[in-house]
């Protein structure tokens, strides 16, 4: 069985009624499975992982695009989290039995039908970008939705499917092929935002991430959410890094978070790591059932 992961990032973390009609869109689709929602009211953004056949994550995809350019006005829309649309990133990342060829294939229709029936600006970015440029979703985010009118009013900025000017209420769209990520949150015992900062700071340097900084409401510390290369790191590597960086401000983490489901290969990634190498024959109860589907 081949399988494509997906995590759409919607531009919606309060509004329950909303969120649970995707929910209910992804449930529908045979040869797919919501591993993990994520909804942060602070960011005000959700965040869906779902696997499935290629064939059933496109359709899926498509309709939540749908729901989101429906129901979703960025231009008033708050929140912490870099965003430019409705439906800000739909990163596709081959999992098991596809080549990448197959999987931008995907990436190339459900841009295309998105960007025709929704009149919605399509930027493809990582493995799929064709300006050197959109590789890194920062510079793409840079300036968020606000700025998005003026931006794409320069040639170098224009999209690569869709209208050259944003959609009036859902913006535009992030869509490509990508590595899988690690996704990390690490909260840590402090209230000072010059600290986060700094220790920010020596995170973006020591480690090859996107790196975003939250606050709890009711204690007031910090939180640094950490997207990396699953393949270039461990999670042992990035939380060596990330304790020896806060100890080094004379701070610890008081709590780490996985914010998005792990492949079985991350997990023997991390043991291998830990033990200096695994034998060849090693393998999970996972991988096994998926490979006889």
Not at 8 to 37: F, Q
Not at 191 to 208: A, G, K, M, T, Y
Request: charged fraction near 25%.
């Amino acid at each position: 069985m081949q399988l494509v992961e997906s995590v759409p990032n919607i531009s919606e973390g309060r509004d329950e009624k909303l969120i649970n009609s995707i929910v209910r869109e992804v449930a529908s689709y045979k040869n797919l499975w919501l591993v993990s929602k994520l909804s942060d009211p602070s960011y005000n953004r959700s965040f869906f992982t779902i696997v499935g056949s290629p064939d059933s994550l496109e359709e899926c995809l498509y309709n939540i695009s749908r729901i989101a350019v429906e129901k979703i006005d960025m231009n008033l829309h708050r929140g912490t989290h870099p965003r430019i649309g409705a439906i800000d990133v739909i990163p596709i990342v081959p999992i098991m039995n596809i080549e990448e060829k197959q999987a931008q294939e995907v990436v190339t229709s459900l841009s295309s039908r998105i960007s025709k029936d929704f009149a919605l600006p399509v930027f493809l970015y990582e493995k799929s970008a064709r300006k050197e440029c959109f590789k890194n979703i920062n510079n793409i985010r840079k300036g968020e939705f606000e700025g998005l009118t003026k931006k794409m009013k320069e040639q170098a900025f224009e999209p690569d499917f869709g209208p050259k000017t944003p959609h009036r209420t859902a913006g535009a769209t992030i869509i490509g092929l990508r590595e899988p990520l690690l996704s990390i949150n690490f909260s840590f015992s402090i209230s000072d935002r010059w600290l986060i900062d700094q220790i920010r700071r020596e995170v973006l340097i020591e480690l090859p991430s996107s790196v975003f900084v939250s606050r709890d409401n009711y204690s007031k510390r910090f939180s640094l959410s950490l997207n990396i290369s699953a393949k270039e790191y461990s999670m042992i590597e990035v939380y060596d890094k990330v304790r020896e960086i806060a100890e080094h401000f004379n701070c610890s983490i008081t709590d780490v978070e996985l914010a998005s489901p792990i492949t079985s290969s991350m997990a023997l990634g991390a043991l291998a790591k830990l033990t200096g190498g695994l034998k060849s024959n090693c393998h999970t109860i996972e991988q096994f059932i998926i490979s006889s589907l």
